[in-house]
Structure formats: C-alpha cells, structure tokens
C-alpha cells in the first residue's frame, strides 16, 4: 500500500512502501529519515476499518481479467441486475476502474452524483436493493479524466470501502479494471481482513486474451484469492440472418475450456456474441430485461446461479455454525 | 566537447517519427492494429519500431510471432528483437524480459514507471522511420512515464486513439482525449475498430459493437477520422497466429482499410 502525503515530492514512492525513503525522489524530501527508518510501515489502520465496515457485507465477488474489453463492466453489471432481481437480496456494486469508469454508463446512471452525509458516502441507488459506487459519479463532465498515478488511485480505492455507506449487504461485486497492478494489489489488500469469497475471471476465447488471463490466474494464486471460476465471453457469433456460427474470436489454443481443465479451474460458461448485449449496455439498461429469451441471457442465469451456489456453500465453519 | 556524443545522443536520434497509439478503453486492438500499421508501413518500404509498454499484458511479440529470443545488450543499450533478417520491423517489449510466460507482472505504478523510463531511453532503436509505441488502455502511470521520457529525448509526433463504435468505448476515449490535451501530446485522429460484421457466409452486415461512434467522436472533439477497420475473423486467426495477415490477404478489405489509414497517418506525420 502506499500513502502520499499532500505535499509529497513528485514521484513519491508512497510512506508505506518498500521503497519508502529510499527513492531518488525521496532526495530532500523533509520525511525522508522518517520513512527509510521503517516507522511509516505499520500495517495502515484503513485495513480494520474496512474489515469492520464489511461484516455487514455477506458475499463479495471480484470481477477480473488480466486482459481488457472482454466484458467484466457488462458482466458486473449483470450480475448485479441477476442477484437483484431478488428482491429479498441487497445488492451493491462497486466500481475500482478508476481511468475507465464504464459502470455508471451501463447501469444508466450517467450524470448522478454522490452524497455525503454523516455516516459517509452514498452510493447511487439503481433499485432499491442495487447500490452502486464509482469514481464516475465524481467527475462532472464525460471528458474529465482521471490522470492519477497509483499511489492516488489506491487511496481513493481505500475510501470508496472505508467510507461508502453500504449498509446490509447481501452482495458486493467489484468491477476491476484490467491488469495486474496498483487497483489490484490494492483491492485484495484493503479487504485483506475482510473475507473475499472469490473471483469470477473473464476471458474472451483467443489466445491474445488467454495470454493475460493466466496472468491473473498467477496473481489470484500468489495473492491467495480463491477463484470461483472462468466465464467465456464473446463465444461465438450467431448471424441473425443465416444462422450460422462464426468464431470472431477464434480459440486457436482450445478457448478458455482448455485453460480450465490445465489449471483445474471451473469454466461458469460461455456467453455468445449477440449485438444487443452492446446496445443495452450503451442505453443503460439490462440486457437480461431487454432480451429476455437470448441465448446470451439464458447463459447469464446459469453462470449467476453456479456463482450463487458457490457463495453459498463455501461459508465459513464459523459463520455457518452460528 | 564532443561532436559525437551530441550527434549519437540518445537512442531516438535516428528515430523519424514517433507515434503513441492509445485509447483509454481495453479490447479496442491497440495491439493489434499497432502490429498492422507497423506491417503496412513496412510493405510500404519503412523501417518500423514498435515499443509495446503494457507492462501487464504484452501481446506484440505474440501477435508478431517472435516466440521467446533473449535481449542482448551492447554499448549503446538494449538491442531490440527484429522479426526479420532485414531487420525492417524491430520489436521492445517487456515479454522479453520474463522468464515465465505465464508470469505476471504485479508491479505498482513507480516501479512500472522506472523501466517504461528505460525502455524508452536505452533500447538502441538505430535508424527508424517510424517508432509505434503501444500502451496499455487508462490514462496512468505508464502513459505518463512514455511521454515525459520522450519528450526528453524526441518531439513526440503524436497519438492515434483507437475506439470501437458503441458508447461505452467512446465513453473512455474522451477522456484519453482530454490526457492528449492536457499532456499537450497532438491527436493525429482516430480510428474505429470492429466496425460491423460480415458474415463470411451469408455477407449481411451484424454491427455487434453498435454503429458510428468513431466519425460521432471525432466531430465532437474536433478531431481527424483515419477511418475504420471492420470485426474480420481472418485478421483476429492470423494475429493469433503471429502471421503476417498484409501477405497473406492482401486483397481483402480489411488491409484495404488498415493501409489507408496508414497512409493517412505517414502524410500527416511527414507534414506535420
């Protein structure tokens, strides 16, 4: 994790960092002695914070790739919708892509803004029961850009857990943006006290895209997540003229099938190409509302159901004891 | 004081032209049609260089079926990875470097920044017409570092963004464009990528990631439209295959349409 003080020298490796201290922008920095000792290390207290914030919260659910534009903002979204459609559950989900904040967009909440009040930030409410947070209700124009490095992006990752007022949760699903980097690290290690039931990996079939899922599969290893499973986006095209199927995205090494059985991972389904998923998404309004009867949406329902039943068999001895 | 030293300073010196292909939304093919205009100018008769600085997801050496070489070092810096024997098209990127293919890369923004900040100053380009610089989407850590290193060392020709046409890209691509102004970097236009469907059977057109983003984007902003290049399974197999998709269907539209743009963009960047 890494904190940068307010009048930070440029480059400022953040005070809790490895690197704290030690850098060449530390140089003249007046903290300099204060961080290479070591004594700007101490585990940040944000981490309990959050992990009290999250007792409220029963399941959360991390959307990644590793590689971008295979649909991790669609299916976030959608699952969001699919878990919501119960109105018994409450739903919430949060948006950690920071440069690239589609969620607003695709949940048709272009132009809201956020309050604050005493008990801190509230999310923009969908329906009553889905509640969404992203940096996008920050910005007050479409063409405002987020040029942040990474240490600013994980302390505004840090906020939207510690002082989102959430509430009773059901359901926090995190949409991520792609890669392995500050967004990550920072997400499963802000939550690191909190308990992450796990990742939903979203692959397209090509091998341009199964390159960089493995990637993430090695990070969610190394970082001890769990993985739920694999969806297999964008699976095929069926033309709505003849019928027939083309692979624009071909699975020249086996598509994320093969990935599955060599990494002994779940693959949760395949969701096929189908324009309206795109239009819906552009309009704001859900697919699986929109089109019902699809094969894309049939797909939807089994893959949301396989993550359900996932959440709710791997319950911890403790909690389910209690 | 050494004529030299001032003549051979900095490894862009012979470098022509430098152009940063960005986009700010994932899965557009930056990667890919930074592998197809790099291919078209080399059919051309340019000498290209592509610098891919996605730290995380490097897929050029992939798309230019360059396997797994080792990086040699010789006085000037890194040699890069040529794909051929007359090393018309040469190749950086950090896939080079790993030893696990499968690896990742889970880096914080400084560290990314520190080789980016190498990357651009000690790979030993020699003389290039054109130098590619691939990045990952976003507007962050590494497209920052790419562009106060080269404008260190180069003027920087400028940026093409590369959108697909529904709003959700187009969405993200704004902002890239507000990083292109702010960063005073000139957008030398854009490009709408997968742009409709024809189906290979029947021919009828699917415009699956919706339709007319790219020319709606570029009126908006006040920007050049380089044209579009439509969803073409043959180029998604042969870039899969690391083949070269401008030999092997050099009649098809799709080449028709990369190869415009790129001769848009050498015009534009030989008079600027």
């Known amino acids: 994790m890494a904190d940068i003080p307010s009048d930070a020298p440029q480059h400022c490796p953040g005070t809790a960092s490895e690197q704290a201290g030690k850098t060449s922008a530390c140089q003249g920095c007046p903290n300099q002695n204060l961080c290479s000792s070591g004594a700007t290390k101490a585990p940040d207290p944000a981490i309990e914070e959050i992990a009290e914030k999250m007792l409220t919260v029963k399941h959360k659910i991390l959307v990644l790739s590793g590689k971008g534009g295979v649909g991790k903002s669609t299916f976030s979204a959608h699952l969001a919708h699919a878990l919501a459609s119960d109105a018994t559950k409450e739903v919430a989900l949060l948006d950690v892509d920071i440069c690239g904040p589609s969620i607003p967009r695709i949940m048709g909440l272009e132009g809201e803004q956020v309050h604050q009040s005493g008990s801190g930030w509230s999310p923009v409410y969908v329906e009553d029961n889905l509640a969404v947070m992203s940096i996008g209700f920050l910005l007050s124009s479409p063409d405002d850009a987020v040029i942040w490095r990474g240490p600013k992006k994980n302390g505004m990752i840090k906020q939207f857990l510690r002082d989102v007022d959430w509430g009773e949760l059901d359901y926090l699903i995190v949409d991520t943006p792609p890669g392995t980097s500050d967004e990550h690290l920072s997400i499963v290690q802000y939550l690191s006290s909190a308990r992450i039931d796990g990742a939903v990996i979203i692959t397209t079939p090509q091998e341009v895209s199964l390159q960089d899922v493995r990637k993430e599969i090695r990070f969610c290893q190394k970082v001890q997540l769990p993985i739920i499973g694999v969806v297999e986006n964008m699976s095929g095209f069926v033309c709505p003229k003849c019928k027939n199927t083309s692979q624009i995205f071909p699975p020249t090494t086996g598509g994320a099938e093969r990935m599955c059985e060599e990494m002994n991972l779940t693959l949760l389904g395949r969701v096929p190409l189908d324009p309206r998923i795109g239009k819906s998404c552009d309009e704001g309004k859900s697919f699986l509302t929109e089109v019902p009867d699809s094969p894309a949406a049939a797909a939807y329902h089994s893959i949301v159901q396989s993550i359900q039943a996932y959440c709710l068999s791997h319950v911890p001895r403790e909690e389910s004891a209690g | ?272």
């Open chain 2, 1 to 272: 004081f050494d004529v030299n030293l001032m003549l051979n300073c900095g490894n862009l010196a012979q470098v022509q032209h430098v152009v940063l292909i960005l986009s700010g939304k994932g899965g557009v093919g930056k990667s890919t049609l930074t592998t197809e205009l790099a291919l078209a100018l080399r059919h051309s008769g340019k000498k290209v260089g592509i610098l891919d600085v996605d730290l995380c997801g490097p897929s050029i050496p992939r798309m230019l079926s360059v396997g797994k070489p080792e990086v040699h070092q010789c006085d000037l810096g890194w040699v890069p990875v040529y794909t051929d024997a007359q090393k018309s098209l040469a190749l950086m990127s950090i896939g080079f470097l790993l030893e696990d293919p499968d690896e990742a890369v889970v880096w914080r923004g400084p560290k990314k920044t520190a080789l980016i900040g190498q990357f651009v100053s000690d790979v030993a380009w020699g003389e290039l017409d054109v130098l590619l610089v691939d990045t990952p989407p976003g507007t962050s850590d590494e497209h920052l570092a790419v562009l106060e290193n080269l404008k260190k060392q180069h003027k920087v020709d400028g940026a093409i963004l590369i959108t697909t046409p529904q709003a959700v890209s187009t969405g993200d691509v704004r902002r890239e464009i507000t990083f292109c102004k702010k960063t005073g970097l000139r957008i030398l236009g854009i490009v709408e990528n997968m742009s409709g469907f024809v189906c290979p059977h029947c021919s009828e057109c699917s415009n699956i990631f919706s339709k007319g983003g790219g020319e709606e984007l570029a009126k908006l902003t006040g920007s050049v439209y380089l044209g579009s290049v439509p969803l073409d399974p043959l180029l998604t197999t042969s870039i899969e295959e690391g083949k070269d998709f401008i030999q092997t269907f050099p009649d098809s539209a799709t080449f028709s349409a990369i190869n415009s743009i790129a001769q848009t963009l050498l015009t534009s960047i030989q008079n600027p």
